[in-house]
């Protein structure tokens, strides 16, 4: 099946969406002007009404999985800088040159001093 072309850009939808103390929000002036009316209440079951919310829905939607892709990849990188700081500690500690054996003095010692 098809998908029938958007009437807005998904572009356009996902400028006017602001994260906002973890929210995902959209300013009722910018739904206004996506929706070209001044009321909205009265154009909800137009036929533009509808096709604007599927458009809005499914760019939050989309922008839910790629914050939730972003915080996985980035749990994952941060799971990995550890585990890369260890391996780094391990090959610091082995490129350090083992302590020097400890060598008997040159010459006579006495045997009471």
Do not use: C, W
């Not at 909205?40 to 760019?59: H, Q, Y």
């Not at 083992?98 to 006579?108: D, Q």
């Amino acid at each position: 099946m098809a998908k029938a072309p958007s009437i807005i850009p998904v572009e356009r939808v996902a400028a006017q969406i602001y994260l906002i103390r973890g929210q995902t929000v959209m300013f009722d002036a910018d739904l206004a002007a996506l929706y070209g009316v001044a009321m909205l209440s009265s154009v909800l079951k137009s036929k533009r009404a509808v096709e604007v919310n599927i458009t809005i829905v499914r760019t939050f939607v989309r922008l839910r999985r790629m914050l939730a892709s972003n915080e996985d990849l980035a749990r994952k990188v941060a799971q990995h800088d550890r585990q890369i700081a260890v391996l780094f500690e391990h090959v610091k500690h082995l490129l350090e040159p083992p302590p020097a054996p400890k060598k008997p003095p040159i010459g006579f010692i006495h045997p009471k001093g």
